[in-house]
């Protein structure tokens, strides 16, 4: 492999797509089923194709998919990918590196000739985020038939379309999800290269991680309904503000997660009030909430007791709340066997690597429990991700591929 030759084909197609943004000058936003995805949706086909895959095609939910056949009849097929969607105003390398690190790795097999016992499948996955309606991984969950119809027609985005009406904008058929399902017993594997997105390998002066695991989370939106009055009238104790609720929830999140003592984290990273007016007390607010560790039973302690501050305050004030759980993925196992053989070689080519948690959440998690699952970590310069400075070096995207290009070849001759 021209190391070199793999480096520049990386760079290339990450520069071209993160001029697929509707935020330009300001990171890279490419929200599912928009304009910008559909250009991203359109380059990676043309990709693919041009590195020598077959049967590229789009799904239903937006995948972009390719393959490379195996020379044996009736085989199991490997399959590598990552997300082409990304958070608002986030970085040019969260998921997509992945992509294109998988159609660099695919060209690499079909231009070495290998037998190929199993067959390759490089996935390009849609709405890893969640950033539209909350849930994420729909791309993965369609594959691994996991997609609840029901949410389909109920997750809206923040103007209240659901996913259903975006699927129809965007010339798709929601009925047309439960087919995309594929049998598990026929996936050899899953690999995922991906930017750690948090500063463990870069300050360890690490070239690769190798996930061991990644957390489970818990996301919810919580609408806490206050009621609303004039704020220059309305004594203290006779309110039901809701942003006055809400805050004493959300201020106790750090808390709420460093009593865990292993490593927890809890996130409010949205707020909506209403009216949101500086002289009116909030009639309602909207917040969400995202909790994750390695132990569910931490992600379960911390919603009850944030559960129990809502209560305790709506009980005081006679003001309600609802909470809409998003998404409830437990923490899961990456393949012991796959990882074994990805540090036996980084040994061989020498590079500095270590064995680590994944913080984030990944489409690889939704093939865990299905499949072999391995995922590849590339530092992220400072850590930082899901933001415009999002930066990893495209040597280091290359060694990745080197690793698992060289697993694959393991595989196939098993
Ligand atoms: C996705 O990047 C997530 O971890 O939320
Ligand atoms: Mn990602
Ligand atoms: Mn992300």
Redesign the pocket.
Same mark, same amino acid.
């Given at each position: 492999m021209e190391m070199k030759l793999v480096e520049e084909a990386i760079k290339e197609r990450l520069q071209m797509l993160r001029t697929f943004t509707s935020t330009p000058g300001h990171g890279v936003t490419r929200l599912p089923f928009s304009n910008e995805a559909r250009r991203a949706a359109d380059y990676l086909k043309e990709e693919m194709e041009k590195a020598g895959l077959t049967s590229v095609w789009m799904d239903a939910v937006g995948n972009v998919r390719g393959r490379l056949e195996a020379d044996e009849p009736e085989t199991q097929t490997i399959m590598m990918g990552s997300h082409y969607d990304t958070v608002k105003n986030g970085g040019a390398y969260?998921g997509i590196a992945g992509v294109v690190c998988a159609i660099e790795t695919a060209k690499a097999i079909k231009r070495s000739g290998m037998h190929r016992r199993y067959a390759l499948e490089i996935i390009a996955f849609n709405d890893?985020? #969640?950033m539209m309606f909350g849930s #994420?991984c729909l791309g993965s969950k369609a594959l691994m038939g996991m997609v609840d119809q029901n949410d389909i027609r109920r997750l809206n985005d923040e103007n209240g379309i659901s996913i259903e009406e975006w699927m129809h904008r965007w010339g798709s058929r929601p009925e047309e999800i439960p087919a995309l399902a594929l049998d598990a017993d026929q996936i050899r594997a899953f690999f995922e290269i991906h930017i750690e997105q948090g500063p463990v390998l870069d300050a360890g002066g690490k070239e690769i991680g190798i996930v061991d695991c990644i957390v489970g989370l818990l996301r919810c939106m919580v609408t806490v309904r206050g009621r609303a009055d004039h704020a220059g009238t309305t004594p203290m104790h006779m309110r039901r503000d809701a942003i006055g609720i809400a805050s004493k929830v959300i201020s106790r999140l750090d808390q709420l997660a460093d009593s865990q003592d292993n490593g927890s984290v809890a996130t409010c990273g949205f707020i909506r009030a209403y009216p949101n007016a500086m002289n009116v007390i909030a009639e309602t607010c909207e917040f969400t909430m995202d909790l994750r560790s390695r132990e569910e039973e931490s992600i379960e302690r911390m919603m009850a007791e944030a559960e129990t501050i809502l209560k305790d305050c709506c009980a005081e004030t006679g003001a309600g709340y609802e909470v809409d759980i998003k998404l409830r993925q437990k923490p899961v196992a990456m393949s012991r066997p796959i990882m074994d053989i990805l540090c036996e070689t980084c040994r061989e080519n020498e590079y500095s690597f270590q064995k680590m948690i994944s913080g984030?959440?990944h489409d690889s998690m939704i093939f865990a429990d299905k499949t072999e699952t391995a995922m590849v970590f590339v530092p992220s310069r400072e850590g930082r991700s899901?933001c415009p400075q999002e930066y990893s070096e495209y040597g280091h995207l290359a060694k990745a591929v080197k690793i698992v290009y060289e697993t694959i070849v393991k595989m196939n001759q098993e």
């Open positions: 969260d890893e985020e #969640g #994420g984030a959440a899901h």
